[in-house]
């Protein structure tokens, strides 16, 4: 897997990797970027909720759970002075649906988070991870 | 810091980390999605390249080095079976400039790699970090 990060102009970045997808990257401006893009520390995090959203709604569709809405909140603490790096996250997990089942919502995650997502198996060895969810029951 | 993932449709995932800029993220047919975005675990990828490009161009301009472009290819090996996880990565910066010191490549890689880059940091206590750069001198 591979990805190529151009420099566009001042702290802007565009990377294309494998999928062929381009993503921007900026610095804010307190460190001397314009803000166009995603910071590369905050998209460790959205792509540790995409991994495991991908993962969860996979599996809450085979076992039919009729799941309408899904979202996932990741948080990163990081440590203080130099290297800095992530020390913990957090992933939040709001499965919104009717009927839905709380074990197929424990186990869906748990399988990701165990086994399938490669971000968080990744992430998972630098910071501790934690979870939790919350389920809304549509009428 | 925290990062909201958002379920569109099918597969697609729309992140928004505190930069309020919006991430797509999909997977490719193979896996049941529309690949309508970046695969969230090439993200990684994307963001260690983002992160160390953006200290290496402001360390290589404090420097007063002339650099015209900067591309940096950054690569990731997966262990087989479950779970999946990035076991080795490499990161290879191609630095292209008008009498660009290899000193100053190698003290503001050296810099990004062992202090300021947060997202190298954090994927270096998962995976093997390797690196390497080649230095294209213009006329």
């Given at each position: 897997m591979k990805s190529k990060i151009k420099l566009?102009?001042?702290?802007?970045?565009v990377g294309t990797a494998d999928s062929?997808?381009?993503v921007i990257m900026d610095a804010p401006p307190s460190v001397g970027g314009n803000n166009t893009g995603s910071k590369p520390s905050e998209l460790l995090l959205t792509a540790?909720?995409?991994c495991s959203g991908m993962d969860v709604?996979?599996?809450l569709r085979k076992k039919k759970q009729e799941v309408t809405d899904?979202?996932?909140n990741v948080t990163g603490k990081t440590a203080e002075g130099h290297p800095t790096l992530f020390t913990d996250?957090?992933?939040e997990y709001v499965v919104t649906g009717r009927a839905i089942e709380e074990d197929a919502v424990k186990r869906a995650i748990d399988l990701s988070l165990d086994k399938y997502?490669?971000?968080?198996n990744t992430l998972g060895k630098a910071a501790k991870i934690t979870h939790s969810y919350k389920i809304v029951q549509e009428g």
């Open positions: 566009v102009e001042n702290m802007q970045f062929g997808h381009g540790f909720g995409g709604i996979s599996i899904l979202e996932i996250m957090h992933i997502c490669m971000v968080g």
